[in-house]
Nanobody, 117 residues
Framework: QVQLVESGGGLVQAGGSLRLSCAASGRFFSINVMGWYRQAPGKQRELVATITNSGRINYTDSVKGRFTISRDNAENMVYLQMNSLKPEDTAVYYC???????????WGQGTQVTVSS
């Protein structure tokens, strides 16, 4: 019954900011990891950032210093604050969760982020 619902995508100019939010249903299931992946046209899906239930964070090198992931464990929410956006950040961003029930890996429907030159 884990469901991920994303919001916050949109169109911004280079240098601008967006804040993505993802809400996971199933409050009483164990969700060990939440995070964000993205897929740009013609490219493979790549990790953006993940955060564990203990607060350990991992970023891909290309977003370090610009993006910040955070998590509200009580509400099963994960956020991605994206600053200093670049055109190469343009992609569909997917919320991700690793939970304790099958299929274990869960994905949101994706939200489009477009950064204009």
């Amino acid at each position: 019954q884990v469901q991920l619902v994303e919001s916050g995508g949109g169109l911004v100019q280079a240098g601008g900011s967006l804040r993505l939010s993802c809400a996971a249903s199933g409050r009483f299931f164990s969700i060990n990891v939440m995070g964000w992946y993205r897929q740009a046209p013609g490219k493979q899906r790549e990790l953006v950032a993940t955060i564990t239930n203990s607060g350990r964070i991992n970023y891909t090198d290309s977003v370090k210093g610009r993006f910040t992931i955070s998590r509200d464990n009580a509400e099963n929410m994960v956020y991605l604050q994206m600053n200093s956006l670049k055109p190469e950040d343009t992609a569909v961003y997917y919320c991700y969760a690793l939970a304790s029930i099958r299929p274990y890996n869960y994905w949101g429907q994706g939200t489009q982020v477009t950064v204009s030159s």
